[in-house]
């Protein structure tokens, strides 16, 4: 047996081999141990090689998709290798011969179909990265819709357009992985990435293979794809055969999806903006969590699609605000629809598992009743008050199509109650199939028999008590308590099977017979059962190209209506969007925070941001805590929520199309990734420099925060000048270096803006409210004792600080302006402010020590009050 197990073993060395064997999947070797630690199962022994005990550990089949959930999820591939002949054929061949076994399918995070192991509301991508004659190109596969699309690619873009499309796995070449150029483009991916041989990403190969999977001699009708995505493509084609094992899944037509069109967001942007996800990583309270309303899974999925690739094309942008404002308008009819949508099942899936040759009868059942349902949803929109819905909800219903002859079918076919799976049988409905009838005829009436003989031998043996019964060893058998054996023991026909403490059991030839007619006439059912199931997947996957398109087109309208139902019930406004360069918000929200805000007193202030090319850069300063960093994230919210095509959280709304988003917070930590925080916020700092144009909106909140303050002022100043000279683009720059408002003076479209508080005995309130104007002073002391400082810190900062700013007097920053580079001037407060601050704690507490006098516990503790003194100032 473990030659057979090393063979499989040695063809998926990457992956844990579930090895079937009865009813469990056992792992031996090093995959017992890792499957055990991380499953938290028990590793037992079975054998031994070469001497010492083979490691092993199992899972029960049954109840395998769970387990299976948990390796996925933890990063690791399982190859599943199940029992390929019958265990009767294999002693056929001899006592010793092994059941033959293959490798069934190889279960991959990018390759899931199962709902148990999917996340029913979002997309699950597997992306390949491939490089030819120096370029390099992505593609990418959607299992679960068949979307698949590729783009050509820049080093410099990869990382961005990886977060736009947050795969579960990205299969590249082990050269390119391991490549220095793309170290930056896949930090974010590396846990992810699965490294394989050059020679699977060849692009003529990719070519060949992508042309025999869509049956087609050349790929002109496609589109024209560069050498690299076609080696992408290919990787993809050939990796979907490894994994599933020669089952070809549904595959839509291959497209090339155009950079143009969408926003470009990088990672660090979605992350900080947190997009579809929280910083911490959480579903919850984040932008999507807020604007999600959908109510299927596709809609759910399809809505995290368009909030990662915002459009900026103005006619698409308003093809989909249109049928917002439609839906949004026609009330009764989006309620209608959404009553309707609240029950649709998620057919994409259930398309993919039969196409894979996984599905079931409920996967059956599943697109029945959602195709069902497209003449009710068609009947609702009709309902609404305008005669003609907009065109695009138009072609939504078109795509929709007409189902009822499938929907007939399955509907005569499929019984009411479905078994989990077809080998269970019970799922085709009572008159479709005469056969089946007949045979399930036979098998009801031998029951019946069955049962009629337990009243005819209890008559005749005079045991009231007896019964005829069922069980897996023996079958059927006459059962009469121990004490009755005797009355039936010897008599004529009955021939004992067993005897057991309280019962005995019998057996008749009468019985026998009928046993063998029921079980075959029931094998007989069974067979007809599995070739109707066939039938109706064969007349499902004929039509899957059109049930596909109604899925689409239901899931646009689930979008539709829950951004019209967002709408309506949070007071947006539909924004307009143009070609311009403008931002024009009036009384723009934060939609995640006013969502978490009291209505009433204490609710969301709201604040309008005008940035047009006379005036493009605000800059933005006031208090920690006075809600600067809200106000510039709104705006750039908006920004996504407009273009994604839906209402927006503002009175009215215009916006000239941005075609980068970049958003950035000074010393934002990054420990996962190894870098110095003041390091990750320079380098995203340089991405923007280096990238943004005039149709780019910036948000930089405190740049320049994470180093000494002279040096973060200096950075923060030639950073502001940068965006203003160079980029020229729209930028919200938030800063507590109040020194910079000073710019205004220089800079033509900049203007200053601040947070307004109000001083009120002593105590500061804020306001949230933007006013044009500088803060004349940081609020820093305030703002720590709010916190809780001691008083007597905060007395001695005050004091600290009033030295520091006489020390300042006479070097207003204006003469700065005149005199760059700019702040070798200011080095000398610096040193002052050591002056102002006088002997430090450590010296204090140094003077009161003798270390002759003190015993050496005396002397550790000593020293461990200095350090913590050290540690503190
Ligand atoms: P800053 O960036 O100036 O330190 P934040 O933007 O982090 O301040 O805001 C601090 C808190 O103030 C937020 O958590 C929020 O609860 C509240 N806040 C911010 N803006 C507003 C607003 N416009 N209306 C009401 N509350 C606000």
């Known amino acids: 047996m473990f030659q057979q197990y090393f063979e499989v073993k040695r063809a998926h060395p990457d992956a844990l081999l579930f090895y079937r064997m009865g009813d469990f999947y056992e792992l031996f070797f090093e995959d017992a141990v890792a499957a055990a630690r991380a499953l938290d199962i028990t590793l037992t022994q079975r054998g031994q090689h070469q001497g010492d005990p083979i490691p092993m550990?199992?899972?029960?089949?049954?109840?395998?998709?769970?387990y299976l959930a948990r390796l996925i999820r933890q990063g690791f591939r399982v190859a599943v290798c199940e029992q390929t002949e019958d265990p009767a054929e294999a002693k056929k061949r001899g006592g010793k011969a092994v059941v033959r076994r293959e490798v069934i399918r190889v279960v991959t995070p990018g390759t899931l179909t199962e709902d148990t192991l999917l996340d029913a509301?979002?997309?699950?991508?597997?992306?390949?990265?491939?490089?030819?004659?120096?370029?390099?190109?992505?593609a990418w596969v959607d299992l679960s819709t068949g979307d698949f699309q590729t783009q050509p690619v820049d080093p410099r873009g990869l990382e961005a357009a990886l977060a736009r499309l947050a795969p579960s796995e990205l299969?590249?070449?082990?050269?390119?992985?391991?490549?220095?150029?793309?170290?930056?483009?896949?930090?974010?991916?590396?846990?992810?990435?699965?490294?394989?041989?050059?020679?699977?990403?060849?692009?003529?190969?990719?070519?060949?293979?992508?042309?025999?999977?869509?049956?087609?001699?050349?790929?002109?009708?496609?589109?024209?794809?560069?050498?690299?995505?076609?080696?992408?493509?290919?990787?993809?084609?050939?990796?979907?055969?490894?994994?599933?094992?020669?089952?070809?899944?549904?595959?839509?037509?291959?497209?090339?999806?155009?950079?143009?069109?969408?926003?470009?967001?990088?990672?660090?942007?979605?992350?900080?903006?947190?997009?579809?996800?929280?910083?911490?990583?959480?579903?919850?309270?984040?932008?999507?969590?807020?604007?999600?309303?959908?109510l299927t899974g596709a809609g759910a999925r399809l809505l995290v699609a368009r909030l990662s690739a915002p459009l900026t094309d103005p006619g698409e942008i308003d093809a989909r605000l249109d049928g917002v404002s439609f839906f949004l308008e026609a009330e009764r009819a989006r309620q209608d629809l959404r009553a309707i949508l609240s029950r649709i099942p998620d057919i994409d899936r259930a398309l993919s598992r039969l196409a894979l040759d996984r599905g079931g009868p409920r996967d059956?059942?599943?697109?029945?009743?959602?195709?069902?349902?497209?003449?009710?949803?068609?009947?609702?929109?009709?309902?609404?008050?305008?005669?003609?819905?907009?065109?695009?909800?138009?072609?939504?219903?078109?795509?929709?199509?007409?189902?009822?002859?499938?929907?007939?079918?399955?509907?005569?076919?499929?019984?009411?109650?479905?078994?989990?799976?077809?080998?269970?049988?019970?799922?085709?409905?009572?008159?479709?199939?005469?056969?089946?009838?007949?045979?399930?005829?036979?098998?009801?009436?031998?029951?019946?028999?069955i049962a009629a003989l337990q009243a005819k031998y209890a008559r005749e043996t005079g045991v009231a008590a007896l019964k005829v019964k069922h069980n897996n060893v023996l079958g059927y058998f006459i059962e009469v308590s121990a004490n009755n054996g005797d009355k039936v023991m010897g008599r004529d026909g009955f021939i004992h099977r067993q005897t057991m403490a309280n019962a005995v059991r019998f057996t008749t030839v009468e019985l026998g017979e009928l046993e063998k007619e029921l079980s075959s006439a029931a094998d007989k059912a069974l067979a007809v059962e599995l070739e109707v199931f066939a039938d109706l997947i064969g007349k499902v996957l004929e039509v899957a190209d059109?049930?596909?398109?109604?899925?689409?087109?239901?899931?646009?309208?689930?979008?539709?209506?829950?951004?019209a139902d967002l709408a309506a019930a949070r007071d947006w406004c539909r924004p307009v969007v143009d070609d311009g360069l403008g931002f024009e918000v009036t009384a723009g929200r934060h939609p995640v925070v006013e969502a978490s805000l009291p209505d009433g007193p204490g609710a969301f202030v709201a604040n309008g941001c005008t940035?047009?090319?006379?005036?493009?850069?605000?800059?933005?300063?006031?208090?920690?805590?006075?809600?600067?960093?809200?106000?510039?994230?709104?705006?750039?919210?908006?920004?996504?929520?407009?273009?994604?095509?839906?209402?927006?959280?503002?009175?009215?709304?215009?916006?000239?199309?941005?075609?980068?988003?970049?958003?950035?917070?000074?010393?934002?930590?990054?420990?996962?990734?190894?870098?110095?925080?003041?390091?990750?916020?320079?380098?995203?700092?340089a991405a923007i420099l280096n990238q943004a144009g005039e149709r780019a909106l910036v948000i930089l909140d405190e740049i320049g925060r994470g180093t000494a303050t002279f040096d973060g002022l200096s950075i923060a100043w030639a950073t502001v000048e940068h965006l203003h000279e160079s980029n020229r683009c729209r930028a919200l720059f938030a800063t507590?270096?109040?020194?910079?408002?000073?710019?205004?003076?220089?800079?033509?479209?900049?203007?200053?803006?601040?947070?307004?508080?109000?001083?009120?005995?002593?105590?500061?309130?804020?306001?949230?409210?933007?006013v044009a104007g500088a803060a004349d002073r940081s609020y820093g002391i305030h703002v720590a004792k709010?916190?809780?400082?001691?008083?007597?810190?905060?007395?001695?900062?005050?004091?600290?600080?009033?030295?520091?700013?006489?020390?300042e007097q006479g070097k207003a920053a204006t003469t700065l302006i005149d005199d760059l580079p700019l702040f070798s001037m200011l080095a000398k407060p610096k040193a002052s402010s050591a002056e102002a601050s006088g002997p430090s704690p450590v010296d204090e507490a140094l003077k009161g020590l003798n270390p002759d006098e003190m015993t050496p516990r005396e002397a550790l503790d000593a020293l461990y009050a200095l350090k913590a003194k050290a540690g503190s100032s």
Not at 57 to 66: D, K, M, Q, R
Not at 380 to 387: G, H, N, T
Not at 786 to 807: F, N, S, T, Y
Request: hydrophobic fraction near 45%.
């Open 786 to 807: 709010l916190a809780g400082l001691p008083a007597a810190v905060i007395g001695r900062a005050e004091e600290v600080l009033d030295r520091l700013e006489k020390g």
């Open 364 to 449: 059956l059942a599943a697109i029945r009743d959602a195709l069902a349902e497209t003449g009710p949803i068609r009947a609702a929109i009709a309902r609404a008050p305008l005669s003609t819905p907009p065109a695009a909800i138009a072609r939504d219903l078109d795509d929709l199509g007409e189902h009822s002859g499938l929907v007939d079918l399955l509907g005569r076919a499929l019984a009411a109650e479905l078994p989990l799976l077809a080998r269970d049988g019970g799922l085709v409905a009572p008159g479709y199939a005469p056969e089946l009838d007949r045979l399930r005829g036979l098998r009801d009436e031998s029951r019946r028999m």
């Open 57 to 66: 550990c199992g899972v029960p089949h049954h109840s395998s998709e769970g």
């Open 546 to 563: 059109t049930i596909a398109i109604a899925a689409a087109a239901l899931a646009r309208l689930d979008v539709s209506a829950a951004l």
């Open 171 to 294: 299969i590249l070449s082990e050269k390119l992985y391991g490549d220095p150029a793309l170290e930056a483009g896949l930090a974010e991916v590396r846990a992810i990435s699965h490294p394989m041989p050059g020679a699977r990403f060849d692009s003529e190969n990719g070519r060949r293979r992508l042309e025999t999977a869509y049956g087609v001699t050349a790929l002109d009708a496609f589109g024209a794809f560069s050498r690299p995505e076609l080696a992408a493509a290919g990787a993809i084609v050939d990796y979907l055969d490894l994994t599933q094992k020669g089952k070809r899944p549904r595959l839509a037509a291959i497209r090339r999806w155009s950079p143009g069109g969408v926003m470009e967001i990088d990672a660090a942007t979605r992350r900080n903006l947190e997009l579809t996800r929280t910083l911490s990583g959480e579903r919850r309270g984040s932008l999507l969590a807020t604007i999600d309303r959908t």
């Open 736 to 770: 507590h270096y109040h020194e910079l408002t000073v710019l205004a003076d220089r800079l033509s479209a900049l203007t200053c803006h601040t947070m307004a508080v109000k001083e009120w005995k002593d105590d500061i309130v804020f306001l949230h409210e933007v």
């Open 121 to 138: 509301r979002r997309p699950n991508y597997l992306a390949a990265l491939a490089e030819a004659g120096g370029s390099f190109g992505l």
């Open 611 to 685: 940035l047009v090319p006379e005036d493009r850069v605000w800059l933005v300063t006031g208090p920690n805590m006075a809600g600067k960093s809200t106000f510039l994230r709104q705006n750039a919210l908006i920004a996504v929520l407009a273009q994604i095509g839906s209402f927006v959280p503002a009175t009215s709304c215009r916006i000239g199309v941005v075609d980068r988003l970049f958003s950035r917070v000074g010393a934002a930590d990054d420990l996962a990734r190894g870098r110095s925080t003041f390091m990750v916020e320079m380098v995203e700092t």
